[in-house]
């Protein structure tokens, strides 16, 4: 349900949107930033399934959830609820910001106060589309409201930063996360306490590792690959990188992985406590890595695993990104 009681943590950001519907105090255009998986597309779901609502009294914060705006919103199909696509997967085009955004916002509402557009991914916008966009949010219709949803808000032109209230969402604990996962999603309480470590305060990908049946298996792959990869060669990987990039969300949170690992290593030769790593039951091989590897080195692993995620999001085939990837990462040894 796209209702703020939903929403785990986030505390700030809901109470700014919910004082702002109490108050009758609507900005034209939020810019809500945070990592994939933060939940920034539901709370503007819950933002916008309030506006919208037809049964909210004057000082209600919250949807009612019953009424046929509500339940339109939930079906994703009501009128006055615009979600902004886009044809190529690492691009907003201007062409689709003009006619999505720009020419379909002088159309009045057709059945509420408000007409919400939401943005996602806001930061694949180009700089014409941006622009085009700009002048909307300086001078939008009483009745738009725009929400810009970014996991990089650095991309985003200051000019549009600027014009829009800034929300940012923040690492949930680890007892927040681990209540969703086990009264919410029904994960067993030991599977969901050893998930913590690698979710970084981030649900959504608390969610992804504890339903992936791979995770562990996974997990032991990339440990015995980082940990050997300077006493291997080319055609060893041959296998693992089959079983890797059969599937690309899964390959996604496998870059997860392999940057904890790079983290743990540099934690620990920076002094940290054996206790303090996420691959506590690895210490040995991390204990390795940390005597391996020099600063610099480590950090063109880290840029290596950046540059891995880039080349994912443009669609370049996953057998080759890893086949760079473990190049680079043993060229930096």
Same mark, same amino acid.
């Given at each position: 349900?796209?209702?703020?009681?939903?929403?785990?943590?986030?505390?700030?950001?809901?109470?700014?949107?919910? %004082?702002?519907?109490?108050?009758?105090?609507?900005?034209?255009?939020?810019?809500?930033?945070?990592?994939?998986?933060?939940?920034?597309?539901?709370?503007?779901?819950?933002?916008?399934?309030?506006?919208?609502?037809?049964?909210?009294?004057?000082?209600?914060?919250?949807?009612?959830?019953?009424?046929?705006?509500?339940?339109? +919103?939930?079906?994703?199909?009501?009128?006055?609820?615009?979600?902004?696509?886009?044809?190529?997967?690492?691009?907003?085009?201007?062409?689709?910001?003009?006619?999505?955004?720009?020419?379909?916002? @002088?159309?009045?509402?057709?059945?509420?106060?408000?007409?919400?557009?939401?943005?996602?991914?806001?930061? $694949? @916008?180009?700089?014409?589309?941006? %622009?085009?966009?700009?002048?909307?949010?300086?001078?939008?219709?009483?009745?738009?409201?725009?929400?810009?949803?970014?996991? %990089?808000?650095? @991309?985003?032109?200051?000019?549009?930063?600027?014009?829009?209230? #800034?929300?940012? @969402?923040?690492?949930?604990?680890?007892?927040?996360?681990?209540?969703?996962?086990?009264?919410?999603?029904?994960?067993?309480?030991?599977?969901?306490?050893?998930?913590?470590?690698?979710?970084?305060? %981030?649900?959504?990908?608390?969610?992804?590792?504890?339903?992936?049946?791979?995770?562990?298996?996974?997990?032991?792959?990339?440990?015995?690959?980082? =940990?050997?990869?300077?006493?291997?060669?080319?055609?060893?990987?041959?296998?693992?990188?089959?079983?890797?990039?059969?599937? #690309?969300?899964?390959?996604? =949170?496998?870059?997860? $992985?392999?940057?904890?690992?790079?983290?743990? +290593?540099?934690?620990?030769?920076?002094?940290?406590?054996?206790?303090? $790593?996420?691959?506590?039951?690895?210490?040995?091989?991390?204990?390795?890595?940390?005597?391996?590897?020099?600063?610099?080195?480590?950090?063109?692993?880290?840029?290596?695993?950046?540059?891995?995620?880039?080349?994912?999001?443009?669609?370049?085939?996953?057998?080759?990104?890893?086949?760079?990837?473990?190049?680079?990462?043993?060229?930096?040894?």
């Amino acid at each position: 349900m796209k209702n703020f009681q939903n929403i785990i943590g986030q505390r700030a950001v809901r109470e700014h949107l919910q %004082n702002s519907l109490t108050l009758n105090k609507i900005s034209q255009a939020y810019m809500i930033s945070g990592e994939e998986g933060m939940g920034k597309k539901l709370m503007a779901e819950a933002f916008a399934k309030a506006l919208l609502c037809e049964s909210r009294q004057q000082g209600e914060d919250e949807s009612c959830g019953q009424c046929h705006s509500c339940k339109q +919103v939930e079906s994703k199909n009501h009128p006055d609820l615009i979600y902004v696509t886009h044809d190529k997967p690492q691009l907003i085009s201007v062409d689709e910001i003009r006619s999505q955004v720009v020419g379909d916002v @002088m159309i009045r509402p057709y059945q509420s106060k408000y007409k919400v557009y939401i943005i996602d991914e806001a930061e $694949l @916008m180009n700089e014409q589309a941006q %622009n085009a966009l700009l002048k909307t949010i300086e001078e939008p219709p009483e009745y738009a409201v725009i929400l810009l949803l970014t996991s %990089n808000e650095q @991309m985003m032109l200051q000019t549009v930063r600027s014009r829009c209230i #800034k929300l940012s @969402m923040a690492p949930l604990k680890n007892e927040e996360i681990l209540h969703a996962l086990t009264d919410r999603e029904h994960i067993p309480q030991v599977k969901a306490q050893k998930i913590l470590s690698f979710a970084r305060g %981030n649900l959504g990908r608390a969610k992804d590792l504890a339903l992936s049946d791979a995770f562990e298996e996974k997990r032991s792959t990339l440990i015995r690959i980082l =940990s050997s990869l300077a006493d291997s060669s080319v055609y060893q990987w041959t296998d693992d990188i089959e079983e890797l990039s059969s599937d #690309k969300k899964e390959l996604a =949170s496998s870059f997860d $992985l392999m940057e904890d690992w790079y983290r743990d +290593v540099l934690l620990y030769k920076a002094g940290a406590l054996e206790e303090q $790593l996420i691959y506590r039951d690895a210490f040995t091989k991390v204990r390795q890595g940390a005597d391996t590897y020099s600063y610099r080195q480590l950090q063109k692993n880290f840029e290596a695993l950046t540059v891995a995620r880039e080349q994912l999001k443009r669609q370049v085939r996953p057998q080759l990104i890893l086949e760079n990837l473990f190049t680079e990462l043993r060229r930096a040894k």
